[in-house]
T-cell receptor, first 116, second 113 residues
Framework: DTEVTQTPKHLVMGMTNKKSLKCEQH?????MYWYKQKAKKPPELMFV???????INESVPSRFSPECPNSSLLNLHLHALQPEDSALYLC???????????????FGAGSRLTVL | AQSVAQPEDQVNVAEGNPLTVKCTYS??????LFWYVQYPNRGLQFLLK??????LVKGSYGFEAEFNKSQTSFHLKKPSALVSDSALYFC???????????FGSGTKLNVKP
């Protein structure tokens, strides 16, 4: 299995809703990432988990809450989002949680989030 | 700080012609450089990387990239473009934190029949 699977593919939520995005990989990768991408822009790093511990938080607002239940799963919990949070949310994984120069990111297809 | 720049928002090329998508980098130390491609409504797909060694790196789908230290460039090339190569291309560099990557602004490649 060489894929990163993200669910749901599309999500529409109101500003008072609580929802979650899910990401799964079975490649044995030890680092997992959340990126946010606006249309025709590069992905912006949000969080990195390395060996199931949060290692990077790019000063993301607390309405986004990541969770890594085990080495194969990554969740992003969403609460009280704003319309400007509408974007494509990409999950990625890489083999070496400690990081090496050879670290290649494998991306999922993304979850398209619309906040009304 | 590590960074990459993609000077062209868009590149247009006719099918069968060679294509080049430009990337320049600014790093302290040895650069670890990557190219990714993104098709509409999809995640990014890895094409190739430069870590060390030969300046000409071969990757997926017939793409290659030339690392040029004196010009601090890492341009993506393909000898003969296909319409199916039309997509958004991102150059990236690894940061000081090995799990942090800095992406360029992206270049939209249009290949016309």
């Amino acid at each position: 299995d060489t894929e990163v699977t993200q669910t749901p593919k599309h999500l529409v939520m109101g500003m008072t809703n609580k929802k979650s995005l899910k990401c799964e990989q079975h490649m044995g990768h030890r680092a997992m990432y959340w990126y946010k991408q606006k249309a025709k822009k590069p992905p912006e790093l949000m969080f990195v988990y390395s060996y199931e511990k949060l290692s990077i938080n790019e000063s993301v607002p607390s309405r986004f809450s990541p969770e890594c239940p085990n080495s194969s799963l990554l969740n992003l919990h969403l609460h009280a989002l704003q319309p400007e949070d509408s974007a494509l949310y990409l999950c990625a994984s890489s083999q070496d949680g400690g990081g090496t120069g050879a670290n290649v990111l494998t991306f999922g297809a993304g979850s398209r989030l619309t906040v009304l | 700080a590590q960074s990459v720049a993609q000077p062209e928002d868009q590149v247009n090329v006719a099918e069968g012609n060679p294509l080049t998508v430009k990337c320049t980098y600014s790093v302290s130390g040895n650069p670890y450089l990557f190219w990714y491609v993104q098709y509409p409504n999809r995640g990014l797909q890895f094409l190739l990387k430069y870590i060390t060694g030969d300046n000409l790196v071969k990757g997926s789908y017939g793409f290659e990239a030339e690392f040029n230290k004196s010009q601090t460039s890492f341009h993506l090339k393909k000898p003969s473009a296909l319409v199916s190569d039309s997509a958004l291309y991102f150059c990236a560099v690894r940061g000081y934190n090995f799990n942090k990557f800095y992406f360029g602004s992206g270049t939209k490649l249009n290949v016309k029949p």
